[in-house]
């Protein structure tokens, strides 16, 4: 009896001694977007991330008149302008870890109109690790 119940508490205390006493507590990706919308005019709309205080991005995917367009490790802080038609959707996107910092993904549009200027509006969101959550 004495030596089942030793090798019971080696067969449940094994895994615990054996795992890295280093482990990351963070998630190695969160999936960052920003919910996509339709234009109700001709745009250029210019997509941005950053990554700040250690947060990394792996990928960034965003919406061009084409398709859709993916950056593998860009490059930070990312930014590019594109022209959309009226009723094209527009969607950003970036996958990576914010560990102790933050991603931040901002659009802006700048509506062309009928009438002399543009209409422009901005958009921001940030994604930082909440206990062990990207929010």
């Not at 054996?18 to 990706?29: A, G, I, R, T, V």
């Not at 709309?45 to 960034?60: K, L, M, W």
């Not at 950003?92 to 910092?101: F, Y």
Request: glycine share 6%; hydrophobic share 40%; aromatic share 8%.
């Amino acid at each position: 009896m004495r030596l089942a119940i030793i090798k019971l508490m080696a067969f449940i205390l094994f895994p615990f001694l054996s795992c890295d006493k280093n482990m990351e507590l963070f998630p190695w990706q969160c999936d960052c977007d920003i919910d996509v919308i339709r234009l109700s005019k001709p745009s250029s709309v210019t997509y941005r991330v950053f990554a700040q205080e250690g947060a990394t991005v792996s990928s960034i995917t965003y919406r061009t008149s084409s398709g859709l367009m993916t950056a593998q490790n860009p490059e930070l802080p990312f930014s590019t302008m594109i022209h959309l038609d009226k009723d094209q959707p527009m969607a950003l996107t970036a996958k990576g870890n914010p560990k102790e910092g933050s991603i931040v993904l901002t659009y802006e549009v700048q509506e062309h109109g009928e009438a002399p200027g543009l209409l422009s509006s901005s958009v921001s969101k940030v994604w930082i690790l909440k206990d062990g959550v990207c929010e």
